[in-house]
């Protein structure tokens, strides 16, 4: 099976972080330069990379500059944070991105989805669903859409969108497991890849994700704390 890793670059303040559920107080991990760090990860074997601008995603000033320069690098990138319209999501392909990653505009603006997998094709549309308590959560988790993820990936899926990003918000950041039947049922109810992040903390917890069906996952405050490393993760992907 194919199973993609990716290794998340968390900007805020022009740093590299990693939060703990989401909230911008709660830094677990705050490093001086994110284009280092990703150069670190390539250099550990990575082919794609994870980048969030979580400024942008927190309605501050987003970092473009940085985020350009990490979109140049010679890996598969996937961004998002603050991406609020179709020409915020143009810009970035246009740019150098691989994928953008949709989240409170596609929510607010369904159609976005479907002119931009019409221009770019749909490869290059990721749509975010970030649950809590079975509920998809919007600007930058601090609301609820009030809907469930499987009929919002239902919808996307519909409207051109290549893959899912899935987040458990509930245990982001926690390095305390994941809960793999949120995971497998928004799998198992929509027919595009979902790329699965949240409570991995463990080489298990890898593992587990593969078994649901899913399509790759985002690692971050674990490999971020040496809980374990790219290259074990790796050794795990080529045995499925």
Known sequence: MSFDVFPAIDIKDGR???????APENVLVSLEDPLSVAEHWISSGASSLHVI??????????????????????VFIQVGGGVRSRQDAADLLQMGAD???????????????????????SASVM??????????????WTRSSGLRPQELGLVFQDLGAGSLLFTDVEVEGMMGGIRTDIVKNLVEYVDVP???????????????IA???AAGVVVGSAIYMAKFT???????VSDL
């Open 16 to 22: 590299c972080v990693q939060l703990v559920g989401g």
């Open 53 to 74: 601008d979580l400024d942008g995603a927190f309605g501050k000033p987003r970092n473009l500059k940085l985020v350009y320069k990490l979109a140049k690098l010679d």
């Open 99 to 121: 994928r953008v990653i949709l989240g409170t505009a596609a929510v607010r603006d369904p159609t976005i989805v479907y002119d931009l997998s019409a221009e770019f094709g």
């Open 127 to 140: 749509v975010s669903v970030d649950a809590r308590g079975g509920e998809v959560l919007i600007e930058g």
């Open 194 to 208: 979902v790329v699965a992040a949240g409570g991995v903390g463990r080489l298990d917890d890898i593992r587990a």
């Open 211 to 213: 078994s649901t069906g």
């Open 230 to 236: 790219l290259n074990d993760v790796f050794k795990i």
